[in-house]
């Protein structure tokens, strides 16, 4: 089965998954999974454009930096972040301290903010969600982007959001569930709850 591992429970999963713990953990019972709530998919979209040109496992070993950084990403709270908050964010050794991601974090909270006037941020990302996606069989038939993602970010950036290019979007919607991409013949596949 090309791109896939079987751990020690003897459960196949995608290849990524067994590199470290922390992703097999982060691959079992979070990436792909449904996620309906405006401070969730916040937290998704910041983290996505967090990890843009740095490996996803950075971003998840200082995720609960992140979360004690950004308030555990209220948007009402990180909205109301000034100069003082941002110095305070590009000291913290808990988080990535990119001064245009941390900017593009305070921003789009104000976008998330926005967004509740038209039926708020929950909607809006799963509106993008494809009528049909088929799971890859093998890592060659991964992809970067899709329509939905590049419809995704351009309606974001329509809608005042900064940083959240198509392959970023692609990426938020394997995490958030709008697409299946673990692998046929992984223990995941089609196992979105």
């Known amino acids: 089965?090309?791109?896939?591992?079987?751990?020690?429970?003897?459960?196949?999963?995608?290849?990524w998954a067994g590199s470290t713990p922390?992703?097999?953990?982060?691959?079992?019972?979070?990436?792909?999974?449904?996620?309906?709530?405006?401070?969730?998919?916040?937290?998704?979209?910041?983290?996505?454009?967090?990890?843009?040109?740095?490996?996803?496992?950075?971003?998840?070993?200082?995720?609960e930096g992140f979360r004690s950084a950004f308030a555990d990403f209220d948007p009402e709270v990180?909205?109301?972040?000034?100069?003082?908050?941002?110095?305070?964010?590009?000291a913290d050794t808990g988080i990535v301290r990119n001064r245009l991601k941390v900017n593009a974090a305070i921003h789009n909270a104000g976008a998330v903010l926005a967004l509740r006037d038209r039926g708020g941020l929950d909607d809006f990302i799963w509106?993008?969600?494809?009528?049909?996606h088929?799971?890859?069989?093998?890592?060659?038939?991964?992809?970067?982007?899709?329509?939905?993602?590049?419809?995704?970010?351009?309606?974001?950036?329509?809608?005042?959001?900064?940083?959240?290019g198509p392959t970023t979007m692609y990426a938020a919607m394997q995490a958030c569930g709008l697409v299946d991409d673990h692998l046929v013949g992984c223990h995941r596949a089609g196992g979105r709850r």
């Not at 990180?78 to 590009?90: H, K, N, P, Q």
């Not at 992809?143 to 940083?163: C, D, I, P």
Request: with cysteine; hydrophobic share 40%; glycine share 6%.
């Open 134 to 164: 088929t799971p890859p069989a093998t890592t060659a038939d991964l992809r970067a982007t899709s329509t939905e993602s590049v419809a995704l970010a351009k309606a974001l950036k329509k809608n005042g959001f900064v940083f959240v």
């Open 127 to 132: 509106s993008h969600a494809p009528a049909d």
């Open 22 to 63: 922390d992703y097999l953990e982060y691959h079992d019972t979070e990436w792909g999974v449904p996620v309906h709530s405006e401070q969730a998919l916040y937290e998704r979209l910041t983290l996505e454009a967090f990890q843009s040109g740095l490996a996803w496992i950075t971003i998840l070993r200082k995720r």
């Open 1 to 15: 089965m090309s791109g896939l591992t079987v751990g020690a429970d003897g459960l196949a999963r995608c290849a």
């Open 78 to 90: 990180v909205a109301t972040f000034g100069e003082e908050d941002r110095a305070r964010l590009m």
